[in-house]
């Protein structure tokens, strides 16, 4: 279901897409517009794993999963501190608001990602399907400029796969 909307997106803006699962308490690439992307700088990275905490596909996951699955992913890759829990809480709350989440590494690096949640269903009971992040060159935009121009693109992006794979399983 997300394919074609992220090849189009592609052609269209440019940009690499990858779109990603929770595997064994990490974020998995399972596809990548890399291949057809003029401005790719990196590979497809297929199966590649992210870590949950600095990635932006695993930090927009905990942010919009339900808060049993966000305890039981926190669980499974080691605990946090309280320091470390509370400022994770401040910064997926700042997620929920903007709505997508950006790369957190602790030393800077040339390429840099904002993603999106892919979710089934609204509200408290909304399940996480997937991830979806865009790559981009640090030097190329700042986050606020990145936010402004694809993160209200990447939710539409987001909720037409979401909808797309609805109908695919209703089917």
């Avoid at 699955?69 to 470390?84: P, Y």
């Avoid at 040339?110 to 997937?130: D, E, K």
Wanted: net charge positive; aromatic share 6%; hydrophobic share 40%.
């Amino acid at each position: 279901a997300a394919i074609p909307h992220m090849s189009r997106f592609t052609s269209e803006h440019g940009w690499p897409l990858y779109l990603a699962t929770l595997s064994y308490g990490a974020i998995s690439i399972r596809h990548s517009t890399a291949p057809e992307s003029p401005m790719s700088f990196e590979a497809a990275g297929l199966n590649l794993r992210r870590p949950v905490l600095t990635s932006a596909l695993g930090r927009v996951w905990l942010a919009f999963c339900p808060e049993e699955e966000r305890r039981t992913i926190l669980r499974d890759i080691g605990g946090l501190s309280l320091r470390q829990e509370t400022a994770l809480g401040v910064a997926l709350e700042q997620i929920r608001r903007d709505g997508y989440a950006f790369t957190r590494l602790a030393r800077p690096t040339r390429l840099h990602g904002i993603a999106v949640a892919i979710r089934q269903g609204s509200g408290a009971g909304a399940r996480v399907m997937g991830s979806l992040s865009m790559r981009f060159p640090s030097s190329a935009m700042t986050e606020v400029e990145v936010g402004s121009r694809f993160g209200r693109r990447l939710q539409q992006l987001a909720r037409a796969i979401a909808s797309d794979a609805r109908v695919k399983n209703a089917g």
